[in-house]
T-cell receptor, first 116, second 111 residues
């Protein structure tokens, strides 16, 4: 069964350092999402791509976070510099499209980031 | 911006008891989805509702979409220990194209 791949699974970094996460969505899925989930809370959308274009990044802290999806396939989320408050699970998800009928989102295992 | 709230935040039941979680959006939704996240896991899609007043069932789970398409509920009949986890609703609004998750309800089931 096709899965969303994320790496690394775990990352410990010192504050002020740069960190990057990678996501490979299910083949053929046009929509890709990056969510941040703090323990005990719901996933918060950081950025949503439709193919290579950003659909929404209103919740992305653009002074330190950046995301790209070159060629509309895999995606990278970067944080520079990392802060203690960035410690969370970063989840990537993909769906066939965002046309409101085929929007079932498939999630990867996530990257758990700890900033020390 | 769009806000999606769920109540209760947490519920602890004994196996065999029923459970309901409610989802309320500040804006009208074009669809509503439900996900389950097991402890230590990632959200897994359960179902999608699209039509106003729609009701769908999956074995012991019953999902309902409100007439105004601003609220939804998930009801589990006769809970089992395998139902443990956090249940999230998520939806798109008609104007926004982003998938917004609710705050979640954590269900604990004991024997």
């Amino acid at each position: 069964e096709a899965e969303v791949a994320q790496s690394p699974r775990y990352k410990i970094t010192e504050k002020s350092q740069a960190v990057a996460f990678w996501c490979d969505p299910i083949s053929g899925h046009a929509t890709l999402y990056w969510y941040r989930q703090i323990l005990g809370q719901g996933p918060e959308l950081l950025v949503q791509f439709q193919d290579e274009s950003v659909v929404d990044d209103s919740q992305l802290p653009k002074d330190r976070f950046s995301a790209e999806r070159l060629k509309g396939v895999d995606s990278t989320l970067k944080i520079q510099p990392a802060e203690l408050g960035d410690s969370a699970m970063y989840l990537c998800a993909s769906s066939l499209d965002s046309g409101h009928l085929n929007t079932e989102a498939f999630f990867g295992q996530g990257t758990r980031l700890t900033v020390v | 911006g769009q806000q999606v709230m769920q109540i209760p935040q947490y519920q602890h039941v004994q196996e065999g008891e029923d459970f309901t979680t409610y989802c309320n959006s500040s804006t009208t939704l074009s669809n509503i989805q439900w996900y389950k996240q097991r402890p230590g896991g990632h959200p897994v899609f359960l179902i999608q509702l699209v039509k106003s007043g729609e009701v769908k069932k999956q074995k012991r789970l019953t999902f309902q979409f409100g007439e105004a398409k601003k609220n939804s509920s998930l009801h589990i009949t006769a809970t089992q220990t395998t139902d443990v986890g956090t249940y999230f609703c998520a939806g798109y609004t008609g104007t926004a194209s982003k998938l917004t998750f609710g705050t979640g309800t954590r269900l604990q089931v004991t024997l």
